[in-house]
């Protein structure tokens, strides 16, 4: 199973980034796909979840501006992020939803990607 995240880049507040989690090994009609993100010096916080039967989940922070879907004949995860801020600044990882901790938790997640850099600028 691996998982590669992509899409990162730099953009100024208000502006808008979609990133894709290209998924090879497994079913996207089996497996539910997260993402999260660390800020420098910050633990990896929880961002969203989305599966075939699941449906999507997401944080507090970012609802209402952040959209995750699936396109499961290419499978991949996407993660449209609009209304960007600089505390949106972090590397955004995918990973697969493995074990039963909790969606938000970490522990719950395996698979992870190589993590995608987003900067938000003010």
């Known amino acids: 199973v691996q998982l590669q995240a992509s899409g990162g880049g730099s953009v100024q507040a208000g502006g808008s980034l979609r990133l894709a989690c290209a998924t090879s090994g497994l079913t996207l009609y089996n497996y539910a796909i997260g993402w999260f993100r660390q800020r420098l010096g910050g633990q990896r916080e929880f961002v969203a979840r989305?599966?075939?039967?699941?449906?999507?989940y997401y944080a507090d922070s970012v609802k209402g501006r952040f959209a995750i879907s699936t396109d499961i004949g290419k499978n991949t995860v996407f993660l449209q992020m609009e209304g960007l801020q600089p505390e949106d600044t972090a590397v955004y990882y995918c990973?697969?939803?493995?074990?039963?901790?909790?969606?938000?938790?970490?522990?719950?997640?395996?698979?992870w990607g190589q993590g995608t850099l987003v900067t938000v600028s003010s």
């Open positions: 990973a697969r939803y493995a074990y039963n901790y909790g969606v938000e938790d970490t522990r719950s997640y395996d698979s």
């Open positions: 989305i599966g075939y039967s699941s449906g999507t």
